[in-house]
């Protein structure tokens, strides 16, 4: 079982904004701003999206934004695109000197 | 181009021992931490052990705590990932990741990983 939660899936139409949630704890999510969010399109490399709970790495749309509020983090993807429809993972520093994903999100572009 | 490149997987009855070999190029290796996460068939991305720039810095999952030992040649750009003890459970695709920037904990570069399959 992940340390930390995931919804299993989400959907939403072109266009439009949809936010995943990363549940933890005080020992990871909410104790550190160490926060990263993982676009995984299947037999592909992961790619990094957001860091630093709210940071984007040079080339990442700005159509993907993070924030975070007490023990969730969350990734927003705002005017969704067919090919956003991906696996979403978060992950977070924890007290353990462990980096967890979180079980991962299923996007749908419906 | 930064590349990354695994080897070393197979398949190994429980309880016996693997390791896991990651080429890196295209980038000064002993700048960067690497790690080691790997995915389970139909499961999710589970990060598995992290080492520091010069291997002195080594942190691992508890579910592979004390089974699995991560390494690197940087004579070599080369990380490893010795695995003893293995079980079902270890069956996966095993991917090498680069830290982002002065991260452990970030990976802006991945290999396309090495699958280990245990079962008798």
């Known amino acids: 079982q992940s340390a930390l939660t995931q919804p299993a899936s989400v959907s939403g139409s072109p266009g439009q904004s949809i936010t995943i949630s990363c549940t933890g704890t005080?020992?990871?999510?909410?104790?550190?701003?160490?926060v990263s969010w993982y676009q995984h399109h299947p037999g592909k490399a992961p790619k990094l999206l957001i860091y630093?709970?709210?940071n984007r790495p040079s080339g990442v749309s700005n159509r993907f934004s993070g924030s975070k509020s007490g023990n969730t983090a969350s990734l927003t993807i705002s005017g969704l695109q067919a090919e956003d429809e991906a696996d979403y993972y978060c992950?977070?520093?924890?007290?353990?000197?462990?980096?967890?994903f979180g079980g991962g999100t299923k996007l749908t572009v419906l | 181009e930064v590349q990354l490149l695994e080897s070393g997987g197979g398949l190994v009855q429980p309880g016996g021992s693997l390791r896991l070999s990651c080429a890196a190029s295209?980038?000064?290796?002993?700048?960067?931490?690497m790690s080691w996460v790997r995915q389970a068939p139909g499961k999710g991305l589970e990060w598995v052990s992290v080492?520091?720039?010069?291997?002195?810095?080594?942190y691992y999952a508890d579910s592979v705590k004390g089974r699995f030992t991560i390494s690197r040649d940087s004579s070599k750009n080369t990380l490893y990932l010795q695995m003893n003890s293995l079980r079902d459970e270890d069956t996966a695709i095993y991917y090498c990741?680069?830290?982002?920037?002065?991260?452990?904990?970030?990976?802006?570069?991945w290999g396309q990983g090495t699958l280990v399959t245990v079962s008798s």
């Open positions: 080492s520091g720039r010069s291997g002195g810095s080594t």
């Open positions: 295209g980038f000064t290796f002993s700048s960067y931490a």
């Open positions: 630093d709970v709210s």
């Open positions: 992950s977070s520093y924890t007290s353990s000197r462990t980096w967890p």
């Open positions: 990741a680069r830290g982002f920037g002065n991260s452990y904990g970030y990976f802006d570069y």
């Open positions: 005080s020992s990871d999510v909410g104790g550190y701003n160490y």
